[in-house]
């Protein structure tokens, strides 16, 4: 019963942690890299669908991004979504290859996004601590001895310190990337 309640709140802890880790992803550094663009969808003959699915998106130096659609049609349609996205990013078309250039980030700029990561994981320690609380509830409410219970809260308050210090960890990569000049 308490192994039970503890898998399940370390599989949802993990889960705030790939979802932290896939938010943290689309925050762009400076440098180039595929998944800047995973998010991004197109309307690829009616049907909204993924960027990476209707092109090949490639990094063509360290500050620029390539994007050549499988079809030539396409090449406006995926320009028009990549500028409407919230990445702010200005695309130029030579033909049918799709050029994003990345602008160098200023000093302020990297700030206000190093507090935008705090702020990301600061949300995820949050869910992390909610997961904690309804672990303790369902220990609570189980028909087991307090002992057991008392146990149980214990091994579920040593995996919450794990995971916010895994949640710390993302970002203190994340914000040492960020400041990377």
């Known amino acids: 019963m308490i192994n039970d309640i503890k898998k399940d709140a370390e599989h949802r802890m993990n ?13 762009r550094t400076g440098r180039a890299h595929t998944s800047l663009l995973d998010h991004i969808e197109v309307e690829f003959y009616g049907t909204p669908t993924p960027l990476t699915q209707a092109a090949n998106v490639s990094v063509l130096d360290s500050r620029t ?7 030539k049609n396409m090449v406006g349609p995926i320009e028009k979504a990549i500028i409407m996205s919230d990445l702010g990013l200005n695309p130029s078309t030579t033909g049918t290859l799709i050029r994003i250039p990345l602008p160098a980030l200023t000093e302020e700029r990297r700030r206000d996004m190093v507090k935008v990561v705090k ?7 949050v869910a992390i601590r909610n997961i904690r609380r309804d672990a303790n509830q369902k220990l ?3 028909e087991i001895s307090e002992d057991d219970v008392r146990r149980g809260e214990d091994a579920i308050q040593k995996l919450t310190d794990a995971m ?16 990377e000049i």
């Not at 889960?15 to 925050?27: C, D, P, R, V």
């Not at 702020?119 to 320690?125: D, I, L, M, P």
């Open 140 to 142: 609570k409410d189980a």
């Open 164 to 179: 916010i210090s895994e949640v710390d960890a993302v970002l203190a990569a994340k914000e040492k990337e960020l400041m």
């Open 65 to 71: 991004l390539g994007v050549t659609p499988w079809d």
């Open 119 to 125: 702020g990301e994981g600061e949300g995820a320690k």
């Open 15 to 27: 889960l705030s942690i790939e979802s932290l880790k896939n938010a943290l992803q689309k925050l």
